[in-house]
């Protein structure tokens, strides 16, 4: 009978570790779901927040970008201006007046003549702002010298 009890004895230890075993697995495996779930809410909390600062940069980049074409446009505008104010003013360089000396003379003596006939006051009104402008830049030069 000491045989068979130390059987028994031995199947109920046997019994009593596989539960003690079982229970400990499930244990550790609830902590291990546990602690997946809570990496799994920390990883998709973070990415949430990365997502939000990718589109947050999104944003900024579009904004940046239209920005950017707006300047350009305006760029592009500001050259036409000033192409077009340098045709305009072409014919006041001095390289304007070389080639075109006389018609310069001719259209001037033209434009006094009418002056003499149409408004005589008139002429005498640029003749003394013309002295008043040339007495300033004489003083002007005297002043710096």
């Given at each position: 009978?000491?045989?068979?009890?130390?059987?028994?004895?031995?199947?109920r230890?046997?019994?009593?570790?596989?539960?003690?075993?079982?229970?400990?697995?499930?244990?550790?495996?609830?902590e291990?779901?546990?602690?997946?779930?809570?990496?799994?809410?920390?990883?998709?909390?973070?990415?949430?927040?990365?997502?939000?600062?990718?589109?947050?940069?999104?944003?900024?980049?579009?904004s940046?970008?239209?920005?950017?074409?707006?300047?350009?446009?305006?760029?592009?505008?500001?050259?036409s201006?000033?192409?077009?104010m340098?045709?305009?003013?072409?014919?006041?360089?001095?390289?304007?007046?070389?080639?075109?000396?006389?018609?310069?003379?001719?259209?001037?003596?033209?434009f006094?003549?009418?002056?003499?006939?149409?408004?005589?006051?008139?002429?005498?009104?640029?003749?003394?702002?013309?002295?008043?402008?040339?007495?300033?830049?004489l003083?002007?030069?005297?002043e710096?010298?």
């Amino acid at each position: 009978m000491d045989l068979e009890e130390s059987l028994k004895e031995i199947e109920r230890l046997k019994e009593k570790i596989e539960t003690s075993f079982k229970e400990k697995l499930e244990k550790k495996t609830k902590e291990n779901i546990e602690l997946k779930e809570q990496l799994y809410d920390v990883l998709k909390e973070k990415l949430e927040n990365k997502l939000k600062e990718n589109k947050d940069l999104k944003d900024q980049i579009e904004s940046l970008l239209n920005e950017q074409k707006d300047l350009k446009a305006k760029i592009d505008e500001l050259k036409s201006t000033i192409d077009q104010m340098k045709a305009k003013t072409k014919k006041y360089s001095a390289d304007y007046y070389k080639k075109h000396k006389e018609e310069v003379k001719e259209k001037s003596k033209a434009f006094v003549q009418s002056l003499k006939e149409e408004d005589p006051e008139k002429k005498k009104e640029f003749r003394q702002k013309a002295y008043q402008r040339i007495k300033e830049t004489l003083r002007e030069n005297k002043e710096e010298d």
